[in-house]
């Protein structure tokens, strides 16, 4: 597992953030959560964020360490060099390199081996869009930048 992180003090209480943009590596076959749309030829070309877990949060989620507690945030950067079904790539300094998941994409594309959801709500709650394996979609209307949650199934 690839993460890629820059610690941030957010108080002198020694609480640090974690940010992260990736949990993949060219090795394993990921879910690309994307910020912008399908390009007219059907591929993606944004930032982007790859997984190959449930996440309960697209924000991210506290982790308890000797030091104190860190924030694990995600947000959408580029890959590892991760194939993508019929050519889509991510990129890094495209707009929305940088920005929280939570309630930011407009797509996705499976090269995960299982499929994945994602949801409305926190908690893989409320209306979802299923992504099959090989797939590249935008995102209903309804979870357009209005994404919370993913469940790999």
């Known amino acids: 597992m690839t993460v890629a992180a820059v610690l941030v003090p957010v108080s002198q209480a020694n609480a640090y953030v974690t940010y992260s943009s990736d949990e993949c590596s060219s090795s394993t076959r990921c879910f690309a959560i ?84 994602i949801y409305f709500n926190s908690n893989q709650t409320g209306a979802y869009q299923t992504f099959t394996t090989g797939v590249n979609k935008n995102l209903i209307s309804s979870l357009k930048n209005e994404n919370a949650s993913s469940a790999r199934l």
């Open 34 to 117: 994307f910020y912008n749309s399908l390009q007219s030829i059907g591929i993606f070309s944004s930032a982007c964020f790859l997984t190959n877990k449930t996440h309960d949060s697209h924000t991210g989620f506290d982790h308890l360490t000797p030091s104190g507690m860190q924030q694990v945030r995600f947000e959408f950067g580029r890959d590892k060099g991760i194939a993508l079904p019929n050519g889509s790539k991510c990129r890094a300094v495209q707009p929305g390199s940088g920005d929280v998941v939570k309630n930011n994409a407009a797509g996705a594309s499976n090269a995960d081996s299982r499929s994945h959801r």
